[in-house]
């Protein structure tokens, strides 16, 4: 009898910890989604559809994307935002990078989980260009406090430099798991990137380019995390999608040490 009694113990106590691990895995994807406009179709073709079946083939808990219209003539005027969030069944925040027309511009993020907190912030820009915004949720995971934060930064180096340089100070003396993710428009061999390596781990594999759609050349898309955390990258994947966006998404699958 005590053989048993030991031998369920054995096992429930591998059962939880089975449990655990899967809890302290998150899966990851980044995209530049063209505002859902497919670059070989025409301005007015707006896909919605494969974007989101594109996100749930993943099953990616957290999502960060970028390029995203809220009530754009350009794109039928859809909430892009909210109507991706109801496609793929998961929570969601927006965060504005300018108004445009009489809509909005900017990024979305996507969770399965609960969003216990958001914030939007503006980037800087020394040289006058486009408006770009740093947007972040907090979820809560056993207990513990993850921060994923999203953002498109500008295509001007100067002005790429001070929002790199934004995102250090927001987040260098953080001590919960930080995600960030983003279209940086800098390479990694460019200093906005460098910048950000002082202080976050970047994912990475081999050619692992992201642009454009068709033989990408270019890496520019990317998933980290900040420097110090208990976590460690797993199963990095550039997708070959080479329909829906002019950029290609990123995979990559977050796990506990």
């Known amino acids: ?9 054995i096992l429930s106590i591998l059962c939880c910890s089975s449990l655990l691990l899967s809890a302290q895995q998150l899966k990851i994807l980044t995209y530049n989604i063209h505002h859902a406009n497919p670059p070989s179709e025409n301005a007015d073709v707006i896909n919605l559809d494969t ?38 069944g998961m929570h969601y925040f927006f965060s504005k990078g300018i108004n445009l027309d009489a809509g909005e511009y900017g990024t979305v993020i996507l969770s399965k989980y609960p969003i216990v ?17 740093l947007g972040i949720i907090h ?9 994923f934060a999203n953002t498109h930064l500008d295509l001007k180096n100067e002005n790429r430099l001070a929002q790199t340089a934004f995102i250090i100070d927001k987040f260098k003396n953080d001590k919960n798991l930080v995600i960030l ?3 940086l428009n800098a390479t990694p061999a460019e200093q906005p990137i460098r910048n950000l390596e002082q202080i976050f781990t970047r994912s990475q594999i081999k050619n692992g380019f992201t642009i454009p759609e068709v033989n990408p050349d270019r890496e520019i898309d990317f998933i980290m995390i900040n ?10 994947h550039v997708l070959s999608e080479t329909y829906a966006s002019d950029h290609r998404p990123v995979y990559v699958e977050i796990n506990a040490q």
Do not use: C, W
């Open 1 to 9: 009898m005590k053989k048993y009694i030991l031998s369920y113990f």
């Open 51 to 88: 974007i989101a079946s594109i996100i749930k083939k993943t099953n990616a808990d957290l999502v960060g994307l970028q390029e995203i219209d809220v009530n754009l003539d350009r794109s039928q005027n859809i909430d892009q935002a909210k109507k991706l969030a109801q496609l793929t």
């Open 117 to 133: 907190k958001s914030e939007r912030f503006e980037l800087p820009s020394p040289i006058e260009s486009e408006k770009r915004s």
């Open 139 to 147: 979820i809560n995971i056993k207990g513990k406090v993850v921060k």
């Open 181 to 183: 993710v983003g279209d």
């Open 227 to 236: 420097k110090g955390s208990q976590f460690k990258f797993k199963n990095h």
